[in-house]
């Protein structure tokens, strides 16, 4: 079997407060930075906004997970309909390697070419607690499954019904 056929679905946590998950993407390996970072294809997967292509520019992400799918989603209670953050990219290596600030914490994306798939290696550094590294485990995860989804050429399920239960599912992988 090939390291391809291997990979666990859920996030592992590579070091304290530090998770790595990883997903099998349809190549070409341009095709794939480009939904990192061009904004058109990104907010079909993550987030909206622009972004500088150079170390050292900030840009900022746009949430509105209810728009990831057709599918409706119902958003929970108290999360706002849109969400904004501001980050800085700390490494850009076109095409293999996304490097950005996420609050106090980092986020590295890896692109590997396999044939003719990529392997995406995502790794968010310095999560401030348990209860936000819950929250970017079962985010990452679902926002990767979209992405594998669209860039399949496939629709994505619904943002919050998935997220809930992947949230669950980390509360008993992740250690109090």
């Known amino acids: 079997m090939s390291d391809l ?3 666990d679905e859920y996030a592992t946590i590579s070091a304290p407060m530090t998770l790595t998950i990883q997903r099998i993407l349809p190549g070409p390996i341009d095709r794939c930075w480009a939904y990192l970072t061009e904004a058109e294809l990104r907010k079909k997967w993550l987030a909206d906004g622009e972004m500088q292509k150079e170390t050292g520019s900030e840009f900022e992400f746009i949430w509105r997970n209810e728009e990831l799918s057709a599918a409706p989603s119902n ?3 108290g999360v706002p309909e849109e969400n904004r953050m501001t980050s800085t990219i700390t490494v850009f290596e076109p095409p293999h ?3 950005f600030t996420w ?3 980092e986020v590295e994306i890896e692109l590997k070419e396999r044939g ?3 392997l ?3 790794t968010h550094h310095r999560a401030p607690d348990r209860s936000m590294l819950l929250s ?3 985010g990452w995860h679902q926002h990767l499954d979209t992405l594998v989804k669209v860039a399949s050429g496939e629709n994505a399920d619904p943002f919050w019904e998935n997220f809930r239960p992947k949230r669950a599912e980390y509360e008993k992988r992740i250690p109090a």
Do not use: D, I, N, Y
Request: glycine share 10%; aromatic share 0%; proline share 5%.
């Open 5 to 7: 056929q291997e990979l």
């Open 75 to 77: 958003r929970p209670e």
């Open 97 to 99: 390697k996304l490097t």
């Open 136 to 138: 970017v485990s079962a």
């Open 120 to 122: 995406l290696t995502l």
């Open 116 to 118: 003719e798939r990529v």
């Open 103 to 105: 609050g106090e914490g």
